[in-house]
Nanobody
Framework: QVQLVESGGGLVQAGGSLRLSCAAS????????MGWFRQAPGKEREFVAF????????YYADSVKVRFTISRDNAKNTVYLQMNSLKPDDTAVYYC????????????????WGQGTQVTVSS
């Protein structure tokens, strides 16, 4: 497992941007597929975006395609989520997740979760 710490959340107006970061501990970061999930009040946690071990492949939920970009810097053990054109519906706690298996990320059962960072988008 890796330890994950998210940062970068906050309050932003609709149409604005935020960049979330997730710093991972350990020396095997590049062997983990990474993902972002979010959970809005009263709703189940949902997938937002995944990125493969090398960063060569990315996947997005339809609701965030074009607006969000996931990336990673394996030299810094960090994964990012650039969020543009934010909407009030994007308000949620955003969680970073990691697993050696992209398949386990896809079904929402990664081996490691971060503690979450709040993103609030005002209208």
């Amino acid at each position: 497992q890796v330890q994950l710490v998210e940062s970068g959340g906050g309050l932003v107006q609709a149409g604005g941007s935020l960049r979330l970061s997730c710093a991972a501990s350990g020396r095997t970061f590049s062997s983990y597929a990474m993902g972002w999930f979010r959970q809005a009040p009263g709703k189940e946690r949902e997938f937002v975006a995944f990125i493969s071990w090398s960063g060569g492949s990315t996947y997005y939920a339809d609701s965030v395609k074009v607006r969000f970009t996931i990336s990673r810097d394996n030299a810094k053990n960090t994964v990012y989520l650039q969020m543009n054109s934010l909407k009030p519906d994007d308000t949620a706690v955003y969680y970073c997740a990691a697993d050696p298996s992209l398949g386990r990320l896809r079904v929402g059962v990664p081996s490691s979760w971060g503690q979450g960072t709040q993103v609030t988008v005002s209208s």
